[in-house]
């Protein structure tokens, strides 16, 4: 029976491994090479779990190759595309930069065109082929299949899973592109944006635990350095921040997570206050 806080773990411990890399390696291409060693390595623990315990039920199994493995898999797909893309950048004028980039770009969309079947699957948080897609053993060659499919392990692999993987790196490489083509516009501008200090010091009033819960939050839906950033190093930037003490982070956590009732508390809370905010028919700021 696999073990979510196992999952969770491993997850934890790669993302902490990335966040590390990418502060402490400024050279693109050695960071690269060097999440591609911690990827693989982490795919490895990964897949030595899974088949040493059995999925207590399809769904459970389904759970895992839609949600789960992308998670590790999609960053082993982006951190080799950004490999190669460092790689084979031309040494050119920046003009020349830009256009190699923008081809990147472009390829994207292509891949984008070509399964937009699934894409719109699986953006629409679809089911009703789930039990084809994300079950081991299921395939079908007339559901948008990939060759790739025939040379992977069958058994830590379905039919569909890569494309899940595909499309989240995807997602990322868009980021990182855009990125550098908008600082090669800023070199060819010359603008530069000189960030101040606020003069004014915001305090965190609410409970600790109410920001323990925005950071777990914010860490799960992937919201620092491309989705790179631990828990711990989130707590560690909030602290300076806020200038508050989040020690034993961990344990309450777990305390929320034994919540009766509503476990996010705070942002359920956080969100009616918005809706209401949007319904409002002036908005005074």
């Not at 789930?130 to 299949?145: C, E, M, T």
């Not at 828990?231 to 929320?256: C, G, M, P, R």
């Amino acid at each position: 029976m696999l073990k979510n806080e196992t999952l969770y773990r491993l997850l934890e411990e790669l993302n902490e491994q990335l966040s590390s890399i990418n502060v402490e390696t400024k050279e693109p291409i050695q960071k690269a090479e060097l999440c591609v060693a911690a990827v693989q390595k982490s795919l490895v623990e990964l897949k030595q779990f899974v088949l040493t315990h059995k999925f207590p039920s399809q769904e459970k199994e389904i759970c895992f190759f839609k949600e789960v493995k992308p998670k590790f898999f999609s960053k082993l797909i982006y951190y080799v595309k950004v490999y190669n893309i460092e790689a084979n950048k031309p040494n050119g004028s920046e003009k020349a930069k830009k256009k190699y980039l923008q081809k990147e770009l472009k390829n994207l969309v292509r891949y984008f065109n070509r399964n937009l079947d699934f894409i719109k699957y699986y953006r629409a948080q679809k089911t009703y082929l789930d039990h084809k897609y994300f079950v081991r053993g299921n395939h079908d060659l007339s559901l948008s299949l990939d060759s790739f499919y025939f040379e992977t392990d069958q058994k830590f692999s379905t039919s569909h899973d890569f494309k899940v993987s595909k499309i989240m790196a995807n997602e990322l490489l868009e980021i990182y592109l855009k990125a550098e083509i908008d600082a090669i516009d800023k070199k060819d501008t010359g603008v530069t944006k000189t960030i101040t200090a606020p003069k004014v010091k915001l305090t965190w009033t609410l409970t600790k635990a109410s920001m323990i819960e925005l950071i777990y939050a914010l860490q799960s839906i992937g919201a620092f350095n491309h989705t790179n950033s631990s828990v711990k190093d989130i707590v560690a930037y909030f602290e300076v921040v806020f200038n508050t003490d989040l020690s034993h982070f961990y344990t309450t956590f777990q305390e929320i997570k034994e919540r009766k009732g509503n476990q996010a508390m705070f942002l359920k809370s956080m969100q009616d206050s918005l809706i209401r905010r949007i319904n409002e028919k002036e908005d005074n700021s």
